[in-house]
């Protein structure tokens, strides 16, 4: 079966402390793995896919397939990542499949 | 580029009620697709469009949803009649994995 489970629903960190949102999948085939966020008001949006392997806002995230996790990283959080995170696995149709998502509030 | 176009952004409606979305995806993009998101949850497919042709309707409740994609473009999504646990917001995307609307927030009473 095809799944993504984020284990936090609300992650709470001070200003400037390392961030790991945690996301593990359930795939049978090669997976496509997304972290996308949606600010207060605003739109779901990418924030970013494992095959681009880049750094967006700060934010990291490796896909391990041993552990068949794609966490998000960022080294140093800003009030401003307050938001919701949601990990998703795209199938071959193009649909995707989202996680439960994780609060991530970062206090001053 | 213009984005995912979504309407009515709200809607209240009773138990029983009949309701529509309407959504515009970006020009040229053939691939459109319809998410329902319950309050505490992730977005979950409801149907995938490819141009006018139905790709993916495994978790639409046939049974009071309905939606269509005349000549490729717009979509409508229809709930006849909605229940209670029908209260979502409902998005449209389209050619993913870039492109969200707004989404409408359907409230039934």
């Known amino acids: 079966a095809q799944r993504v489970t984020q284990p936090e629903k609300l992650l709470s960190v001070f200003k400037g402390a390392p961030v790991e949102l945690k996301c593990n999948y359930s795939y049978s085939g090669s997976p496509e793995l997304f972290w996308y966020v949606q600010y207060s008001r605003q739109r779901l949006q990418l924030l970013l896919r494992?095959?681009s392997r880049e750094s967006i806002k700060g934010f990291t995230a490796d896909l391990n397939k041993g552990e068949t996790s794609f966490h998000l990283k960022k080294p140093f959080a800003q009030e401003e990542d307050s938001a919701m995170y949601y990990c998703a696995l795209g199938a071959l149709t193009g649909k995707l499949i989202f996680g439960q998502g994780t609060t991530l509030q970062v206090k001053p | 580029e213009a984005g995912v176009a979504q309407s009515p952004r709200y809607k209240i409606i009773e138990k029983r009620q009949s309701v529509a979305f309407w959504c515009n995806p970006i020009s040229g993009h053939a691939t459109l697709y319809w998410y329902q998101q319950i309050l505490g949850q992730g977005p979950k497919l409801l149907i995938q469009?490819?141009?006018?042709?139905?790709?993916?309707d495994s978790q639409l409740p046939k049974d009071r949803f309905s939606a269509e994609r005349l000549k490729g473009v717009d979509s409508t999504l229809k709930i006849q009649p909605a229940k209670l646990e029908d209260s979502a917001v409902y998005l449209c995307?389209?050619?993913?994995?870039?492109?969200f609307g707004p989404g409408t927030r359907l409230t039934v009473l």
């Open positions: 494992h095959i």
């Open positions: 995307a389209s050619s993913l994995p870039q492109y």
């Open positions: 469009f490819q141009n006018n042709g139905v790709v993916d």
